[in-house]
């Protein structure tokens, strides 16, 4: 059976994975009267709760007599280390841009990376059944784009085809709806070469995803670039230096079929299969015959720009909401998760209670955050920092810029360009984008776009929509004004009431409501002046026999502002830190005691 290697690539919310399934109905994956998942793909909990792809997946299809093997990488920029790592997998992409919106940013984040290394892309114009759908503009967009990322001549004359994934059709012509996707399955066939594996020479094969199995322990999948492999196969592992890092037999050789794995009594070049067996092989070793001396290459990606303090949990409430809260059980779980998400980056403090983790957003490593919480960890998380260089030739601080593209309603414009300017925003493009809407493109520092997501939902009404990607690092740009207002911190220990709360309504907005444990240092609202103000929220109603009008009245207090941990993150300023725990997110002071706070900063106005 021949066999073709893709990856499907888009921006976020093109439709991917829903694609991919229909690829599997019409491929016969399933059965008539199988019940599957939509976005079957998307196996993780956070990926169905968000609708979002986070982990590179395999799978596979057969078409005729072709075996298509498929990675469904994610859109969004922050997880780029998937997709970067991936694309060594491949031969050829299928680049999917939605009717509407046309080339995003993540877009051309990752088709960059594609026509780097040589990639020939097959163009998906998906959705051409929206009502506001502009396929053959979209189609010559996308041909600016490749020519503005230095394509060659033979990835310039790209095969398009016009879809509707979720419908299952493909064809030629936007207006000639197909009867299902054939027409795609027979470009993959025709455009995309066949592996290039040297089928008769030693076994090598380059990890790109690792994952842990109860059963079968370490999991490591790649391609097989040479030679064939079978169970109990003696093999060893080399790093990029060729040193042997692991040595060990093959327990079971698994290859993608559908959304299930299954075994194989040998697997070949040109393959993608993944293997157990081996103990300390990681992400980017080359798994290969003992005979083997050189590793495979592995993809450079991309370094961290943010980065986040995890420490252990130091609030007074510690051990009550979760089970793991020593800095042992935090390492190992950070040193497990680096060993296979490849863009992020952990380094150990001097103390060895808190850990620097560095990744590509807000988002990235708010979803590492939020799956520790589920998994009973608790810790405290610091202000998020971008990570400066220095140019190696004048000395110069450098800083990383972000291109920001937004579809707003011209009414919301103003607003929003003037809110980014403020934090050192460089507009580089307006235009309409039909329906009332204007997009607006700038260039922005890391740094200013850090806590400014909400600001932007709450100014656009909800109805704009903010995209970002990594661009360069550029000369610092100067100071960017942080966070206006101060907080009410609380200065007691106890539970809430009702009585204390209406009594500080006044001050500025509650972060909690009535009946919440809180503890001294912790931050309970926002206050409506720049200065912080120490409150007592568990202050109680004087009892007294005197009774007049008035004196019983119901107290009604204004629900509280509840955070996302997205929202707490870019919340917090530096002297500050979020408790995470797996019930409770909760704001507070980094130093608790009042007066150690007061010498904290009048150390700081004296340095």
């Avoid at 997205?566 to 830190?577: F, G």
Wanted: hydrophobic fraction near 40%; include cysteine.
């Amino acid at each position: 059976m021949q066999l073709r290697n893709i990856a499907i690539i888009a921006h976020v919310d093109h439709g991917k994975t829903t694609l991919v399934d229909t690829m599997m109905q019409q491929s016969g994956a399933f059965r008539a009267n199988q019940n599957v998942a939509e976005r079957a793909m998307d196996s993780g909990e956070l990926e169905r709760e968000r609708g979002i792809t986070i982990l590179a997946k395999c799978t596979s299809v057969e078409w005729k007599d072709t075996r298509i093997n498929i990675v469904d990488t994610p859109g969004h920029a922050d997880f780029g280390g998937e997709v970067e790592r991936i694309l060594s997998m491949v031969d050829g992409v299928v680049l999917l841009v939605d009717a509407a919106e046309g080339p995003m940013p993540q877009t051309k984040f990752v088709t960059a990376k594609a026509l780097k290394l040589g990639l020939k892309p097959i163009v998906v114009v998906n959705k051409v059944d929206k009502p506001d759908a502009r396929s053959y503009d979209v189609q010559t967009e996308v041909f600016d784009l490749f020519s503005a990322l230095d394509a060659n001549d033979e990835q310039l004359d790209f095969p398009t085809l016009f879809a509707s994934g979720r419908d299952g059709w493909a064809s030629d012509e936007p207006d000639n709806h197909g009867d299902d996707l054939s027409p795609l399955f027979e470009s993959i066939v025709k455009n995309v070469a066949a592996p290039d594996a040297d089928e008769n020479g030693l076994f090598s094969m380059l990890v790109t995803t690792i994952e842990a199995d109860p059963y079968l322990g370490r999991i490591l999948t790649g391609r097989i670039f040479s030679g064939s492999v079978k169970p109990n196969q003696a093999i060893k592992a080399l790093n990029a230096k060729n040193e042997v890092i692991d040595q060990g037999r093959v327990q079971k050789i698994l290859a993608f079929r559908d959304v299930t794995r299954v075994s194989l009594d040998i697997g070949i070049a040109g393959d993608i299969v993944a293997i157990a067996g081996m103990t300390k092989a990681t992400v980017a070793d080359t798994l290969c015959a003992t005979e083997v001396t050189e590793a495979i290459q592995a993809q450079p990606v991309d370094p961290p720009t943010l980065a986040m303090t995890f420490s252990v949990n130091t609030s007074p409430f510690v051990g009550q909401d979760g089970s793991k809260v020593t800095s042992r059980m935090i390492r190992e779980r950070l040193m497990r998760e680096s060993e296979g998400n490849v863009a992020i980056k952990i380094t150990e403090t001097e103390n060895n209670d808190a850990f620097d983790v560095a990744g590509r957003g807000e988002l990235q490593l708010g979803v590492l955050i939020e799956q520790m919480r589920r998994e009973g960890y608790e810790l405290s998380i610091s202000r998020p920092r971008v990570l400066y260089r220095e140019d190696p030739k004048t000395g110069e601080r450098l800083e990383p810029i972000e291109e920001v593209v937004i579809d707003v309603d011209e009414e919301y414009s103003g607003i929003v360009v003037e809110a980014l300017s403020v934090r050192k925003g460089r507009m580089t493009e307006m235009r309409q984008a039909g329906g009332g809407k204007v997009r607006l493109t700038f260039t922005v520092p890391s740094r200013g776009l850090i806590g400014y997501h909400g600001e932007f939902m709450t100014e656009t009404r909800g109805t704009g929509v903010l995209n970002r990607v990594f661009s360069e690092y550029a000369p610092y740009q100067g100071s960017v004004p942080g966070r206006r207002n101060g907080v009410l911190i609380s200065n007691a220990t106890g539970k809430s009431n009702a009585y204390g709360l209406a009594g500080l309504e006044g001050r500025g907005i509650l972060l909690i409501g009535a009946t919440v444990p809180v503890y001294e240092g912790m931050i309970v609202g926002e206050h409506s002046r720049e200065n912080d103000l120490e409150v007592n929220p568990l202050k109680a109603k004087q009892l007294t026999n005197v009774r007049a009008s008035g004196t019983d009245e119901a107290i009604r207090l204004t629900p509280p502002r509840r955070m996302s941990l997205e929202d707490a993150i870019a919340y917090v300023n530096d002297d500050e830190l979020l408790e995470v725990t797996p019930l409770n997110l909760r704001l507070r002071k980094r130093y608790l005691d009042p007066n150690v706070r007061k010498r904290e900063d009048r150390k700081k106005d004296a340095g």
